[in-house]
């Protein structure tokens, strides 16, 4: 081999090195957060980058209080905020693989998650309810025991739906993959109701008039723990040095400016 085509090739070597240098210096800098872009007031999708929309890989932009959340976090950490927009079922295998670096998804740390993924302190906390057409036979339901014949549905891999079981006499239908869909399954009367977080029956009440949700006393609603209810950060399993970093900067935020964010979060979702 020439001196001349072995520095060629030299040349070219350092290039692939140099290229990779700079990819994982790249990556050293971004915070990678995973979520749906369809969990509204959670997080969604819309089409600018108006009230502090994140932009996406595919030219959408992603907001919603996760999304604020999110800033804050990426912030505190001193990396620049990235979006991936994940399916649900996908969010889990993404953040074990790193292809994310977190989950901030309106996900619970269910104990059977805990056994695949670490969790932070939670950042939210928020009541079961069902959403239901307005004025339907639901509507004025005072317990779970008033929706005996109701088809209900909720979220696949949600303890939604396992909280389901709970309610006697009901069909229990299919779990549905979102949000959206069960939202067009309540329009057409496919569902009766579905069972859904406050937040997200807010927003839906606020973008469809003829939904409502009911909303149950206690003793009256779903048998939840703590953590059924709790919104957290999900992360790799056994990433204690990240959890105990990122709960350093979830305490700086008050609970006064949790729920301002979530409540411009809701009021963006009503004027839209």
Partial sequence: MNMK???????????????????????????????????????????????????????????????????????????????????????????????????????????????????????????LVIVVKAGSQYADAKSIADFAGAKITAQQGTVHFDVIDQMEGVEKLDAMEDFSAMRVALESGIIDGYVSEKPEAVSAKAANSSFDFVEFEEGSGFNVSDEDVAVSVGLKNDSPELVKKINEILASISEEDREKLMNNAIATQVEG
């Fill in 5 to 127: 085509r072995k520095m060629a090739m030299l040349l070219a070597v350092l290039m692939i090195f140099a290229v990779a240098a700079g990819c994982a210096k790249k990556g050293d800098d971004e915070f990678r957060v995973g979520m749906e872009c369809g969990y509204a007031p959670f997080n969604w999708t819309q089409t600018d980058d108006s009230n502090g929309a994140v932009k996406l890989e595919d030219g959408s932009y992603a907001a919603g209080y996760d999304v604020e959340i999110a800033k804050r976090i990426a912030e505190g950490l001193g990396k620049k905020l990235v979006i991936v927009k994940t399916v649900w079922e996908g969010l889990e295998p993404a953040v074990n693989s790193g292809e994310i670096d977190a989950i901030i998804a309106g996900m619970s740390p269910t104990a059977d998650r805990e056994e695949r993924i670490d969790f932070t302190a939670p950042y939210y906390r928020s009541e």
